[in-house]
Protein backbone atom coordinates (compact mmCIF):
# COMPACT_ATOMS: atom_id res chain seq x y z
CA UNK A 1 0.00 0.00 0.00
CA UNK A 2 1.41 3.14 -0.80
CA UNK A 3 0.77 6.46 1.84
CA UNK A 4 -2.17 7.63 0.06
CA UNK A 5 -3.66 4.08 0.41
CA UNK A 6 -2.61 3.65 4.14
CA UNK A 7 -4.62 6.85 5.39
CA UNK A 8 -7.45 5.82 3.22
CA UNK A 9 -7.26 2.55 4.90
CA UNK A 10 -6.89 3.97 7.99
CA UNK A 11 -10.07 6.41 7.67
CA UNK A 12 -12.44 3.71 6.73
CA UNK A 13 -12.12 2.11 9.71
CA UNK A 14 -14.04 5.02 11.12
CA UNK A 15 -17.00 3.76 9.46
CA UNK A 16 -20.14 2.51 11.62
CA UNK A 17 -23.01 0.91 10.82
CA UNK A 18 -26.31 3.12 9.89
CA UNK A 19 -23.97 5.82 9.11
CA UNK A 20 -24.26 8.64 6.04
CA UNK A 21 -21.00 9.06 4.66
CA UNK A 22 -19.76 11.69 2.12
CA UNK A 23 -17.00 11.16 -0.30
CA UNK A 24 -14.25 13.57 -1.11
CA UNK A 25 -12.77 14.02 -4.51
CA UNK A 26 -9.19 12.99 -5.79
CA UNK A 27 -6.84 9.95 -5.81
CA UNK A 28 -6.61 9.77 -1.74
CA UNK A 29 -10.61 10.13 -1.31
CA UNK A 30 -10.78 6.86 -4.02
CA UNK A 31 -8.75 4.85 -2.39
CA UNK A 32 -11.57 5.70 0.69
CA UNK A 33 -14.09 4.60 -1.58
CA UNK A 34 -12.35 1.23 -2.22
CA UNK A 35 -11.64 0.48 1.42
CA UNK A 36 -14.80 1.62 2.24
CA UNK A 37 -16.71 -0.85 -0.45
CA UNK A 38 -14.58 -3.64 0.63
CA UNK A 39 -15.84 -3.02 4.34
CA UNK A 40 -19.57 -3.15 2.80
CA UNK A 41 -18.72 -6.46 1.34
CA UNK A 42 -16.43 -8.42 3.55
CA UNK A 43 -18.65 -7.27 6.92
CA UNK A 44 -21.71 -6.44 5.93
CA UNK A 45 -21.65 -3.26 7.18
CA UNK A 46 -25.03 -0.80 6.54
CA UNK A 47 -23.74 2.52 5.13
CA UNK A 48 -25.01 5.00 2.78
CA UNK A 49 -22.67 8.05 0.68
CA UNK A 50 -23.36 10.77 -0.69
CA UNK A 51 -20.02 12.00 -3.06
CA UNK A 52 -18.89 15.83 -3.55
CA UNK A 53 -18.47 15.25 -7.55
CA UNK A 54 -19.47 13.11 -10.26
CA UNK A 55 -17.09 11.69 -10.50
CA UNK A 56 -16.12 10.26 -7.26
CA UNK A 57 -20.31 8.88 -7.30
CA UNK A 58 -19.73 7.34 -9.97
CA UNK A 59 -16.62 5.48 -8.62
CA UNK A 60 -18.69 4.90 -5.85
CA UNK A 61 -21.24 3.25 -7.41
CA UNK A 62 -19.40 1.13 -9.30
CA UNK A 63 -17.65 -0.29 -6.27
CA UNK A 64 -21.13 -1.46 -4.80
CA UNK A 65 -21.75 2.05 -2.41
CA UNK A 66 -25.01 3.31 -2.13
CA UNK A 67 -24.85 6.67 -3.22
CA UNK A 68 -27.64 9.41 -2.09
CA UNK A 69 -28.61 12.85 -3.51
CA UNK A 70 -27.33 15.48 -0.87
CA UNK A 71 -31.18 16.90 -1.74
CA UNK A 72 -32.56 14.26 0.61
CA UNK A 73 -29.94 15.04 3.62
CA UNK A 74 -29.63 17.29 6.81
CA UNK A 75 -26.56 16.65 7.73
CA UNK A 76 -24.31 13.56 7.27
CA UNK A 77 -21.81 11.68 10.09
CA UNK A 78 -18.54 11.43 8.62
CA UNK A 79 -16.78 13.22 5.44
CA UNK A 80 -13.41 11.98 4.36
CA UNK A 81 -11.62 13.80 2.11
CA UNK A 82 -7.85 15.02 0.83
CA UNK A 83 -6.46 18.39 0.16
CA UNK A 84 -3.66 20.22 -1.77
CA UNK A 85 -2.42 21.64 1.46
CA UNK A 86 -2.52 21.26 5.13
CA UNK A 87 -1.08 23.55 7.67
CA UNK A 88 0.09 23.06 11.41
CA UNK A 89 -3.74 24.94 12.73
CA UNK A 90 -5.49 22.10 9.80
CA UNK A 91 -6.59 25.08 7.32
CA UNK A 92 -6.77 23.11 4.45
CA UNK A 93 -6.56 24.46 0.83
CA UNK A 94 -8.82 22.58 -1.55
CA UNK A 95 -10.48 22.95 -4.88
CA UNK A 96 -8.30 21.40 -7.51
CA UNK A 97 -10.78 19.39 -8.84
CA UNK A 98 -13.00 21.86 -9.32
CA UNK A 99 -15.57 20.66 -6.72
CA UNK A 100 -14.82 22.55 -3.96
CA UNK A 101 -18.92 24.27 -3.63
CA UNK A 102 -19.84 20.46 -2.75
CA UNK A 103 -16.71 19.61 -0.42
CA UNK A 104 -16.78 22.56 1.76
CA UNK A 105 -20.77 22.08 1.80
CA UNK A 106 -20.53 18.32 2.60
CA UNK A 107 -17.19 18.92 5.33
CA UNK A 108 -19.50 21.69 7.28
CA UNK A 109 -22.44 18.97 7.29
CA UNK A 110 -20.17 16.95 9.30
CA UNK A 111 -20.14 15.47 12.54
CA UNK A 112 -16.67 14.25 11.72
CA UNK A 113 -14.50 16.31 8.98
CA UNK A 114 -11.23 13.39 8.74
CA UNK A 115 -8.27 14.70 5.81
CA UNK A 116 -6.61 12.23 4.56
CA UNK A 117 -2.96 12.98 2.58
CA UNK A 118 0.66 11.96 2.29
CA UNK A 119 3.27 14.24 3.95
CA UNK A 120 3.79 16.12 0.99
CA UNK A 121 0.92 18.59 1.80
CA UNK A 122 1.81 19.82 4.64
CA UNK A 123 2.78 23.36 4.17
CA UNK A 124 3.56 26.09 7.14
CA UNK A 125 0.91 28.73 5.22
CA UNK A 126 -1.95 28.24 2.90
CA UNK A 127 -0.99 29.66 -0.39
CA UNK A 128 2.50 28.25 -0.33
CA UNK A 129 2.23 25.73 -2.98
CA UNK A 130 -0.85 26.70 -4.69
CA UNK A 131 -2.83 29.63 -5.70
CA UNK A 132 -6.08 29.67 -3.77
CA UNK A 133 -9.28 28.50 -5.94
CA UNK A 134 -12.17 31.11 -5.58
CA UNK A 135 -15.38 30.42 -7.00
CA UNK A 136 -17.38 33.56 -8.38
CA UNK A 137 -20.56 34.23 -10.28
CA UNK A 138 -19.74 34.29 -13.83
CA UNK A 139 -20.72 37.79 -14.12
CA UNK A 140 -19.01 39.29 -11.35
CA UNK A 141 -15.54 37.81 -11.73
CA UNK A 142 -14.06 41.65 -13.11
CA UNK A 143 -15.64 42.86 -9.59
CA UNK A 144 -14.62 40.09 -7.26
CA UNK A 145 -10.99 40.31 -9.25
CA UNK A 146 -11.06 43.97 -8.45
CA UNK A 147 -12.11 43.61 -4.60
CA UNK A 148 -9.28 41.32 -4.01
CA UNK A 149 -6.39 43.54 -6.03
CA UNK A 150 -7.54 46.28 -3.11
CA UNK A 151 -6.59 43.44 -0.77
CA UNK A 152 -2.61 42.92 -2.58
CA UNK A 153 -3.73 39.59 -4.04
CA UNK A 154 -2.52 38.44 -7.51
CA UNK A 155 -4.20 36.25 -9.93
CA UNK A 156 -6.74 35.73 -12.53
CA UNK A 157 -9.53 33.80 -14.00
CA UNK A 158 -8.99 30.32 -14.32
CA UNK A 159 -9.14 28.87 -18.52
CA UNK A 160 -9.95 25.55 -19.45
CA UNK A 161 -7.80 22.87 -20.34
CA UNK A 162 -7.61 24.07 -24.50
CA UNK A 163 -6.73 27.51 -23.35
CA UNK A 164 -9.43 28.90 -25.43
CA UNK A 165 -12.00 29.51 -22.89
CA UNK A 166 -12.71 30.06 -19.27
CA UNK A 167 -12.93 27.09 -16.78
CA UNK A 168 -16.21 26.40 -15.25
CA UNK A 169 -16.61 24.40 -12.32
CA UNK A 170 -19.16 21.24 -11.46
CA UNK A 171 -21.54 24.14 -9.51
CA UNK A 172 -21.08 26.42 -12.89
CA UNK A 173 -18.95 29.36 -11.69
CA UNK A 174 -16.10 30.65 -13.34
CA UNK A 175 -12.78 30.21 -11.07
CA UNK A 176 -9.99 33.15 -9.86
CA UNK A 177 -6.62 31.64 -9.12
CA UNK A 178 -5.37 34.18 -6.63
CA UNK A 179 -2.30 34.61 -4.82
CA UNK A 180 -2.47 36.71 -1.65
CA UNK A 181 0.28 38.74 0.42
CA UNK A 182 1.84 36.70 3.32
CA UNK A 183 0.79 39.17 5.85
CA UNK A 184 -2.94 38.14 5.55
CA UNK A 185 -3.21 35.33 8.00
CA UNK A 186 -5.93 32.20 7.36
CA UNK A 187 -8.33 33.56 9.78
CA UNK A 188 -8.20 37.03 8.45
CA UNK A 189 -8.29 35.57 4.90
CA UNK A 190 -11.21 33.56 5.35
CA UNK A 191 -13.19 36.42 6.86
CA UNK A 192 -12.23 38.40 3.16
CA UNK A 193 -13.53 35.58 1.16
CA UNK A 194 -16.31 34.89 3.41
CA UNK A 195 -17.62 38.89 2.58
CA UNK A 196 -17.10 39.45 -0.94
CA UNK A 197 -20.18 40.04 -2.53
CA UNK A 198 -19.73 37.47 -6.20
CA UNK A 199 -18.17 35.02 -4.10
CA UNK A 200 -19.85 31.79 -4.22
CA UNK A 201 -17.18 29.77 -2.44
CA UNK A 202 -13.44 29.71 -1.82
CA UNK A 203 -11.21 26.81 -1.61
CA UNK A 204 -9.82 27.69 2.19
CA UNK A 205 -11.27 25.55 4.79
CA UNK A 206 -10.67 27.22 7.66
CA UNK A 207 -11.34 25.82 11.44
CA UNK A 208 -13.54 22.91 9.56
CA UNK A 209 -11.14 19.61 10.00
CA UNK A 210 -11.70 17.44 13.04
CA UNK A 211 -8.98 15.82 12.40
CA UNK A 212 -5.79 15.11 9.48
CA UNK A 213 -4.39 11.67 8.75
CA UNK A 214 -0.85 12.12 7.59
CA UNK A 215 0.71 9.00 6.35
CA UNK A 216 4.39 9.31 6.05
CA UNK A 217 6.60 6.17 4.34
CA UNK A 218 4.09 3.37 5.86
CA UNK A 219 3.36 5.32 9.72
CA UNK A 220 0.38 7.03 10.23
CA UNK A 221 0.50 10.22 12.32
CA UNK A 222 -2.87 11.98 13.68
CA UNK A 223 -2.99 15.36 13.89
CA UNK A 224 -5.90 17.33 16.05
CA UNK A 225 -7.29 20.75 16.38
CA UNK A 226 -5.73 22.86 19.47
CA UNK A 227 -9.61 24.27 20.23
CA UNK A 228 -12.98 22.65 20.44
CA UNK A 229 -14.81 22.46 17.82
C1 LIG B 1 -10.21 18.19 -4.91
C2 LIG B 1 -9.38 18.17 -3.69
C3 LIG B 1 -8.53 16.97 -3.46
O1 LIG B 1 -8.92 16.39 -2.25
C4 LIG B 1 -7.09 17.38 -3.42
O2 LIG B 1 -6.75 17.93 -4.66
C5 LIG B 1 -6.16 16.18 -3.11
O3 LIG B 1 -6.15 15.30 -4.17
P1 LIG B 1 -5.30 13.97 -4.13
O4 LIG B 1 -5.90 13.09 -3.08
O5 LIG B 1 -5.45 13.38 -5.52
O6 LIG B 1 -3.87 14.33 -3.81
O7 LIG B 1 -9.39 19.08 -2.88
O8 LIG B 1 -10.94 19.36 -4.99
Redesign the pocket.
Known sequence: MND?ELVAFEAAKLALNGMVIGL??????NYFIEHLAKRQSDEGLTISTVASSTISAIKAESCGLTVRSIAQLTHIDLYV????EITPNLSLL????Q??VM?KLLAKAADQFIVVADKSKLVGRIGEKFMIPIEVIPNAWQMVKHQLNQYGAEGDVRLNASKDNVAISAHGSYILDMHFPESINDEALNAILNSTPGIVEHGLFYSIASQVLIADNGTIEVMRTQKPL
Open positions: KGTGSTADGADKGRGDLE
